[in-house]
C-alpha cells in the first residue's frame, strides 16, 4: 500500500525469509565462525541458541551456503518426532530405502551408519541439521547421540547441527544428557541487535527495496530498538506498521506518533506500559537472583579445600598478552623503562575502571561472545545463568572454584579484573591482557567481594531441604545418585533419604553437614556434574 509512496520496489520489512534482504551483523558473523570452527575435521555436535526472531535461521540458511559440496546434508525441520520417526526423517533426506512396515532401530542405524560410511570413503562428510531443536525429547536426543558414535580413528562420521530456543540449554544440562553435553565441540548464544546494529539493519533493508534516503530518524531508532529488544522479526513488525501509519499521516518519514501507533497495534491494543521491552523482566530476575544468593550465604559457610574430578571447560581464546605487574628491582631497570612500565599498567587500570568489560571476559569463559554494551548481570539469565554476589575473601573464592569478576583498588583508583586461574599466581584478565600477580598483591587491592555465573537447576527458588517439592529437587536426586552410583528414583519430593545423600556429598565433599543443599553444595555439585563449566583452578 505504501511502496509507490516511498518509493520502494518491494516490501521492505516482510518477515518471510528473503535471501535478498540477509543482513549479518557482528554478533551473527561471530556466530557463523563458531558453528564453521565447530563443524571442523572432528565432527560432534555445534549448537546455536537464541530467543524467537533473533536471527538464528539467518545463520542456519549462511552456514548450509558454506557446506562445501562433496556434505550431503539432511534437514530436519519438524523436531516433535519419535525415535524411529526421526531415524526414518534422516533416511528420507540421505535418500536411504527402507521398509517402513519393519525397519527397527538396530536397522534404521544400521542403514545409516552404511551412508555415512559411504559419503566418507568416497571423500564426502554427512551433516544433519535440526532446527526448534528445544523441542526434542531425551530419548531422541540420546538416540541423536548414538548416531554419532559412528566414526573412524581420526573423526566422527555425522556432523550435527542443533538449533533452538534458550530452552535447549537448559535440557541439556540435564544429566541424563551429559554424555552428549560433552560432545558439543562449538556453541553460541545469539543475542538481539544493539542500537547501532537496528540503525544498519533498518538502512540495510530498505536499500534493498529500492530506497536510500533514512525513513527513520535516529530518535526514532532509538525508540524503536527499545520497543523491540533489538529483535529482528519484531522489527520487521514495528517497521512495516510504522511506515504505514506514516503513509496514512502523509508523512515523509516515520516520527514517534507513527512509531507508538505501531508498537500498540503490533501489541493488539494493550497499553505502552505491555510493550516489547524486556529490561523489566530480567530486572525481576536479577532481584530474585540477589535475594537468593543472600538467602543462600546466610544458610551455608563454604569450607576450605575442594576434592572433586577436573571438568573440561569450553575452549575460549585467552587474552593476548601477558603482563607481570610485580614491582620490579629498580637496579635492573633505567629509570625510562619504570616509566613506561607505570604509564602501561596506569593506562590498563583506567581503561577497566567500568565492569562491562570484565563482565564480557566472564562470559567469554563460558562460551558466550556479548557485545561490550550488553555484558552485565543483567543478560544472563537469557543465558540460562544466574549472578551470585558473595564475600569471604580467598577461602570462598578458592571454595566456589569459578571465574570470577573482582574490584580492586589502587592508590585510590576503583578498577575491575577478572579472576580466571588460581595457582602459585593468580592470573587476572583485563581486556585483551592476561596479568599474572602474587597473592599478596592481590589481596592489598581487593575487598573480598565477587561475582560469579552459576547454572542453577531447573524449577530452582531457593535453597533445598527435606519437605520441598519440584523439579529442582529431581534434577538433585538424580545428579546425587548419578555421582554416588545409585539408582535414581526419580522423584520430586525431597524426603528423609534425600537428606541423608546430601549429607554424605557434604561430608566427602568437607562441606557443613547439615542435609540441606544451600549454595556452596550445588556449586561444588555444579563442578562434579557439568562438564562444560570453566573454573579457577584443575584438581588431582
Known sequence: MYL?????????FSIAPNPDFLFMSERHKEALAHLTFGLGETGGFVLLTGEVGTGKTTVSRALLKQV????????????????????????????????????????FGDAIRQRLLENHFQGGNTMLLIDEAQHLSVEVLEQLRLLTNFETDTRKLLRVVLIGQPELQQKLKQPVLRQLAQRITARYHLLPLTVNEVEAYVRHRLMVAGCERPLFAPSVIKQLFKAADGIPRVINLLCDRALLAAYGRDQMQVDKKALNQAIEEVALGEPKSQGFNLNYVLSGALLG?????????????????????PIAAPVVERPTEIVAVE?????????????????EWQQLRANNSLPARSWQLLLRTWGYDVANAQANCNLVTSLELYCLNLTGGERALREVNLPAVVELEEDGHYFYAVVRHWGPKLELWMGDRAIMVSRSWFGQRWNGEFQVLWKQPPGFTGVLKQGNQGEAVYWLEQSLSLIQGLRPRKTFNFDAQLSRQVQQFQQQNRLSADGIAGVFTLLRLNQQIYVDQPRLQELN
Do not use: H, M
Not at 509507490?4 to 521492505?12: A, I, M, Q, V
Not at 614491582?327 to 604509564?343: G, H, M, R, T, Y
Open 4 to 12: 509507490d509512496y516511498f518509493g520502494l520496489k518491494e516490501s521492505p
Open 68 to 107: 562445501p559440496e562433496n556434505t550431503q546434508v539432511a534437514l530436519v525441520l519438524n523436531p516433535s518426532l519419535t525415535e524411529l520417526e526421526l531415524l526414518a526423517t534422516v533416511c528420507d533426506e540421505l535418500s536411504i530405502e527402507y521398509d517402513r512396515d519393519s525397519f527397527s532401530v538396530k536397522d
Open 289 to 309: 537472583c540477589l535475594i537468593v544468593a543472600a538467602w543462600f550465604i546466610l544458610q551455608q559457610t563454604p569450607a576450605v579445600e575442594i576434592e572433586n574430578q
Open 327 to 343: 614491582p620490579a628491582p629498580v637496579l635492573e631497570q633505567s629509570e625510562d623503562d619504570i616509566q613506561a612500565i607505570k604509564q
